[in-house]
């Protein structure tokens, strides 16, 4: 069974940085699976900010290109989000997400996910 548990919000002020883990359970997905990080902010849509493919390749929101990297460790299972020069706009609820086909194709769209994790918040204050 797939679990995924996300850790690592907080608080913190702009400028400031987060990295956010995102433990799986271990299941084997095979190959051509993408683990990803989407947002959702207060009253808005859920949105992609990340993501990462079975071969390693990475692509980002425009919004967030430059201040946050995407990773993950095999050995431990675990996924990460490192978030650096942070704005208030960052603030959202952040979830570690798993599809289980096609690479990073379709990476944007909350229903082309597998699994989702509870969510971690992020706050930032200006």
């Known amino acids: 069974q797939v679990q995924l548990v996300e850790s690592g919000g907080g608080s913190v002020q702009a400028g400031g940085s987060l990295r956010l883990s995102c433990a799986d359970s271990?299941?084997?997905?095979?190959?051509?699976?993408?683990m990803s990080w989407l947002r959702q902010g207060p009253g808005k849509e859920r949105e992609g900010v990340a993501a990462?493919?079975?071969?390693?390749?990475?692509t980002y929101a425009d919004s967030v290109k430059g201040r946050f990297t995407i990773s993950k460790d095999n050995a431990k299972n675990t996924l990460y989000l490192q978030m650096n020069s942070l704005k208030p706009e960052d603030s959202a609820m952040y979830y570690c997400?798993?599809?289980?086909?096609?690479?990073?194709?379709?990476?944007?769209?909350?229903?082309?996910?597998?699994?989702w994790g509870q969510g971690t918040q992020v706050t930032v204050s200006s």
């Open positions: 997400a798993v599809k289980r086909t096609g690479g990073l194709s379709g990476w944007l769209s909350r229903d082309a996910y597998n699994y």
């Open positions: 271990g299941y084997t997905y095979g190959y051509g699976y993408c």
């Open positions: 990462i493919a079975s071969i390693g390749s990475t």
